[in-house]
């Protein structure tokens, strides 16, 4: 991979989260990885005790790499640089990558897991 220039005149983002990333310019290997756990309840939650990652299946599981696809020999002439004006990005989250450049090798994983803890229609109200 041919190192080249990148320039980027204006970047304009609103937000970046949970293992994301933004790079300008090549690079040889990105791994951004979140692991995330969103608990919500009716009536709000005191406490993350009992919420620990380690109880759920998803946090615990083996991820299975996908395999290199077959091999093509070919050859790439990159003869300019990168050249760009403006960028507006209005979110990147959960190991999400907006990169400007090349990169040979991106390895990203987000794990997610929501819970909705809703009040039961019989309880009464404090």
């Known amino acids: ?5 990148t320039n980027v005149k204006q970047a304009k983002i609103n937000s970046i989260s949970h293992s994301s990333l933004f790079q300008i310019g090549d690079t040889k290997e990105i ?3 979140a ?3 969103a608990v919500q309840k009716e ?3 005191s406490s993350d005790k009992g919420f620990e990652l380690n109880q759920y299946r998803i946090f615990n599981t083996t991820t299975q790499s996908i395999p290199d696809p ?3 020999v070919g050859s790439h002439h990159h003869h300019q640089n990168i050249y760009v004006s403006n960028i507006d ?3 990147i989250s959960t190991s999400a990558i907006t990169q400007f450049g090349s990169s040979k090798k991106i390895n990203s994983l987000a794990r997610l897991k929501h819970i909705r803890i809703l009040k039961d229609e019989n309880e009464e109200e404090d």
């Not at 991979?1 to 220039?5: C, F, G, L, N, S």
């Open 1 to 5: 991979m041919m190192p080249r220039t």
């Open 31 to 33: 791994e951004p990885q």
């Open 35 to 37: 692991d995330v756990l």
């Open 43 to 45: 009536g709000g939650i």
């Open 70 to 72: 077959e091999i093509v």
């Open 89 to 91: 990005v209005t979110a």
